[in-house]
Nanobody, 121 residues
Framework: QVQLVESGGGLVQPGGSLNLSCAAS????????MTWVRQAPGQGLEWVSG????????YAANSVKGRFTTSRDNAKNTLYLQMKNLRTEDTAVYYC??????????????RGQGTQVTVSS
């Protein structure tokens, strides 16, 4: 049974930083491409960032490029999202999930419960 538990969200001021974590179990995390997506209030799901199996490449949507970085620790079955220079438009619930190889940009079917990130002064 796939389990994904996102954590690390919270309230941060514009320009601040947050680090999210995603603890994964119940599937082959070490051989899965992993992504982060988000859903802002009243909006649909938006792909944000992701990484390949070894974590050697971090992909990012244009809206977060240069500010968000995805990394992973395969020994701990954990995915991370480092967010810096946060903007009010980054406010959303953030989810993680596996996608097919070479399918960066895809919305994962399996996701956790999400973690709320609120950027506000």
């Amino acid at each position: 049974q796939v389990q994904l538990v996102e954590s690390g969200g919270g309230l941060v001021q514009p320009g601040g930083s947050l680090n999210l974590s995603c603890a994964a179990s119940g599937f082959a995390f070490n051989s899965s491409w992993m992504t982060w997506v988000r859903q802002a209030p009243g909006q649909g799901l938006e792909w944000v960032s992701g990484t390949n199996i070894g974590g050697s490449i971090s992909y990012a949507a244009n809206s977060v490029k240069g500010r968000f970085t995805t990394s992973r620790d395969n020994a701990k079955n954990t995915l991370y999202l480092q967010m810096k220079n946060l903007r009010t438009e980054d406010t959303a619930v953030y989810y993680c999930g596996p996608v097919e190889k070479y399918s960066m940009g895809q919305i994962p079917v399996q996701r956790g419960q999400g973690t709320q990130v609120t950027v506000s002064s």
